[in-house]
């Protein structure tokens, strides 16, 4: 053993404004937010996501022989695979996991393995390479939505598949490797561990409480206020208590509803307008952010679920998950989901 | 809703060699391996971590004044906060959690908050500024792990700790701020939830089996030989069956200790030569990435646990995380962890 040299320590010089550890009401996590150093859109490193360039792209008209062939199209005129289409669902041209075969459940050694079925599509969202989500109208964006549903709808019939993700990625930082915009689903035959979390924790409270939390969580950030960026009749948008990422931000459906899938074409008409206006005022208040969203909704072989309550989670990537994030799944928030809140709401839109 | 146009579709050429799908024995998270894509070292795009220029450094000898006190140091001479030291202990000059206070558990609303009490330490490895983790004797790589040890040792007398962190950035893409050759520590009044995840996976497969799973994990990559990467008298050094990043590597005692601070001398000495043997291999393998560890070892206010096990998480930062697989939890990892393994075994060092 080395010989050590120990001191006492004064740190208080070093320790100001203490910062908070709020517990997500969902899944228990604990997450650290920031108050003193707490970060202000100004304070991250900007990276706005570039335009696009006009380049030779697979998903633009007179590309359609490019991709695999189409799997369900929106469109003006034009037969399968031609232009003329609105918006236009393609199998992956590599897919991360096979549509084809039995899942086949073994062990090995002390191990489970199954094969890797699943599907994996790609939503062209618009015809228009260079735009960005907020590009496409109300109607358009709504029209992706449709594309969602009918998706999820057709997938859940195979019964090897337990859930279905349907996520966007936007700019490089953010995973996208198109500049034209699309959107991800990936069918799989597990669950998938955070939302797995969710659900569980979400059960918890409802075996406890009677009812469901996100419903809860709704009605409590409408009382509060601090943390709401816009409520429409149908939906909430808040940037949650415990949020582990600076503008994280949840779109919620004032109303219970544990499937996605299920959701009426009024309420996916104001889906589309909440989303828009909401990446609308992440691009003006962070100039143009990378950003990841994903909708959570319950497995889709599970019938309605008291307990669940599906939801859209949107992340822009503004700070680099560091070692310790990764190692111990314990978040740093250096925005407090207050001030993050205050930013969206009041930004103003033309 | 819009007219749809579907099409049945034949992806069957698109599917060749099947994925698979590995359950994490500890988590039961599934992990997607691929097996057709699989990338090999070259396959990555190679961003080798610059060495480090010479600039003014606050870890440097002679600017010793530029951090807050020491708490600790190894010494061949000098005084408290003098240059001669080996190892040197200091707090995080800009920290995420605040030493002095009470935790002052509270509901807010419908939430529950503490204040964010916590230690955030620095271990300055080496006086050399330009050194690499590997450059380092396996002596000097020993005092640090020594340093580990105390500072665990020291912390877990304070009853607010729950858990202790402690965990290395290599190189910017993997987080780390100065070039320095550093390692962090920070202690929390919660315990992380991936860790949580593990000591619970490994907490129900003792309740079933009455062994402990990381013991069996050992016995059972002898015994199989194709995730090892090498094995001495004391430590096994294995890429995990299901690997959740290409290229994880896991260092893992071969007698079962729940508590990284319980290891004696002559363990600490063969964990310094393992580690620094297997961050080489990674650099000859994948050109000196930038990589995390963490150490997972028990909470520290718990006795010895016959279900846990300490032991070293080692991910070289090869990949981007990507939208699904932060929304979802649900990785794909393209690197068989089998191949990984091939790779760091046979790779000679000089």
């Known amino acids: 053993m080395p010989a050590i040299v120990r001191f006492r320590t004064c740190v208080c010089r070093?320790?100001?404004?203490?910062?908070?550890?709020?517990?997500?009401?969902?899944?228990?996590?604990?997450?650290?937010?920031?108050?003193?150093r707490a970060k202000?859109?100004?304070?991250?490193?900007?990276?706005?996501?570039?335009?696009?360039?006009?380049?030779?792209?697979?998903?633009?008209?007179?590309?359609?022989?490019?991709?695999?062939?189409?799997?369900?199209?929106?469109?003006?005129?034009?037969g399968r695979d031609q232009p003329g289409w609105r918006v236009r669902v393609v199998p992956s041209?590599?897919?991360?996991?096979?549509?084809?075969?039995?899942?086949?459940?073994?062990?090995?050694?002390?191990?489970?393995?199954?094969n890797g079925i699943g599907a994996n599509e790609i939503i062209i969202e618009t015809p228009d390479h260079a735009a960005t989500l907020s590009d496409l109208t109300d109607k358009q964006l709504e029209e992706v939505l449709w594309a969602y549903r009918d998706r999820v709808n057709d997938l859940k019939r195979d019964q090897r598949f337990r859930y279905i993700l349907l996520y966007r990625n936007y700019g490089e930082a953010a995973g996208a490797n198109l500049e034209h915009p699309y959107s991800q689903l990936i069918a799989l035959p597990v669950v998938p561990q955070r939302i797995l979390e969710e659900i569980e924790g979400?059960?918890?409270?409802?075996?406890?409480?009677?009812?469901?939390?996100?419903?809860d969580i709704i009605r409590e950030e409408t009382r509060v206020g601090t943390r709401l960026v816009a409520e429409t009749e149908r939906f909430t948008v808040i940037v949650p208590y415990a949020a582990h990422f600076p503008f994280e931000t949840w779109i919620l459906p004032r109303h219970?509803?544990?499937?996605?899938?299920?959701?009426?074409?009024?309420?996916?008409?104001?889906?589309?307008?909440?989303?828009?206006?909401t990446i609308r005022k992440m691009e003006k208040v962070l100039e143009r952010p990378a950003y990841n969203f994903a909708l959570h909704s319950a497995p889709v072989q599970e019938h309605t679920l008291p307990y669940y309550h599906w939801h859209l989670e949107i992340v822009p990537r503004l700070t680099r998950v560091a070692g310790f994030e990764w190692g111990s799944g314990f978040y740093l928030n250096p925005t407090p989901p207050e001030e993050a809140a205050k930013f969206l709401r009041e930004v103003g839109l033309p």
């Open 14 to 36: 070093y320790n100001r404004g203490l910062p908070e550890l709020r517990k997500d009401p969902v899944t228990g996590r604990w997450v650290a937010i920031a108050t003193d």
């Open 40 to 78: 202000r859109p100004g304070d991250f490193i900007r990276q706005p996501v570039p335009p696009a360039t006009a380049r030779i792209c697979p998903f633009d008209y007179g590309n359609e022989h490019k991709t695999p062939p189409e799997i369900l199209a929106y469109r003006n005129s034009g």
């Open 93 to 114: 041209k590599f897919p991360v996991l096979g549509i084809e075969g039995d899942l086949n459940r073994q062990g090995e050694g002390m191990y489970d393995h199954m």
């Open 202 to 215: 979400a059960k918890q409270y409802f075996d406890f409480k009677e009812r469901c939390i996100f419903c």
């Open 256 to 277: 219970h509803q544990s499937h996605f899938e299920e959701e009426d074409a009024p309420t996916l008409a104001n889906l589309a307008r909440m989303l828009r206006s």
